[in-house]
Nanobody
Framework: QILFIESGGGLVQPGGSLRLTCRTS????????MTWYRRAPGKEREVVASITNTGGGTSYAESVKGRFTISRDNGEKTVYLQMNSLKSEDTGVYYCKWDVPSQVWGQGTQVTVSY
């Protein structure tokens, strides 16, 4: 069974930081790229950041470039998202997923940026 278990979200003030963690199981993690997505209130789910299977390549949405960093630990089958200089528009539910066409999603982790 393929599982994505996201954690690390919470309430943080603008300018603050959070580190999200996504633990996976049910597939050979090191073979696949991974992507973090988010769904802001009232909006469609969007891509935030992606990383290749080896971790040698990354890409980011324009809105988070220079503030967010995606990384992975293939030994732990885990992908991370370090989020710095958070803004109110970063508020949403964050999900991770492997880069394979699939409808399997985790429960997500809520990030709220507010005073």
């Amino acid at each position: 069974q393929i599982l994505f278990i996201e954690s690390g979200g919470g309430l943080v003030q603008p300018g603050g930081s959070l580190r999200l963690t996504c633990r996976t199981s049910g597939f050979t993690f090191s073979r696949y790229g991974m992507t973090w997505y988010r769904r802001a209130p009232g909006k469609e789910r969007e891509v935030v950041a992606s990383i290749t299977n080896t971790g040698g390549g990354t890409s980011y949405a324009e809105s988070v470039k220079g503030r967010f960093t995606i990384s992975r630990d293939n030994g732990e089958k885990t992908v991370y998202l370090q989020m710095n200089s958070l803004k109110s528009e970063d508020t949403g539910v964050y999900y991770c997923k492997w880069d394979v066409p699939s409808q399997v999603w985790g429960q997500g982790t809520q990030v709220t940026v507010s005073y």
